[in-house]
């Protein structure tokens, strides 16, 4: 694993989440850089080591008309109406990538549960508090770092919610 954050632009996206870290006391929490990609969940698991389940995914929604993020564990999808409901949201919408990167300065795959100029109403998936610690992106495809779930619900003041879309018996 390397040290530095590498281009301009990764740079800036890691300095944000590390800012937003520092600043919500969690200077403690080490971002991880590395030469593999993040950008899948499968490619996560194979770069951090865990299951699918303790790769959080952080999506951007539109709910009428405003952005709210999502926090996922990798190993499920997130489901548009339980999202709405939750949100008391009327249109639901998952954010092109487009917009993540010009509203936040995000690309998909490296999409941080933290980094934002403001604080997005947030929603946690639930089944990732079975986990003792999840791996969240860090604002690039090739950094990340570990949180417990716990502790990602107090820095994003989310909620956590039934919000995965559930499986046919």
Request: hydrophobic share 40%.
């Amino acid at each position: 694993m390397q040290e530095n954050y590498g281009s301009t632009q990764a740079s800036e996206a890691i300095k944000k989440v590390r800012g937003a870290l520092d600043a919500n006391g969690c200077e403690d929490i080490k971002i991880k850089i590395t030469e593999d990609t993040i950008f899948t969940v499968e490619d996560a698991c194979k770069a951090v080591g865990a299951p699918a389940e303790e790769i959080l995914k952080s999506l951007v929604f539109i709910i009428d008309n405003h952005p709210m993020l999502v926090l996922m564990s990798g190993a499920n999808r997130a489901d548009a109406r339980a999202i709405g409901r939750e949100a008391n949201g009327k249109k639901i919408k998952m954010a092109p990538p487009e917009y993540v990167f010009e509203e936040f300065g995000f690309k998909v795959g490296g999409v941080p549960p933290t980094g934002y100029p403001t604080q997005m109403p947030t929603l946690l998936d639930e089944d990732l508090f079975q986990y003792p610690v999840v791996w969240a992106a860090a604002g690039t495809d090739h950094s990340f770092f570990p949180i417990e779930p716990e502790r990602l619900l107090k820095l994003t003041r989310g909620v956590k919610a039934c919000i995965r879309k559930q499986q046919a018996d």
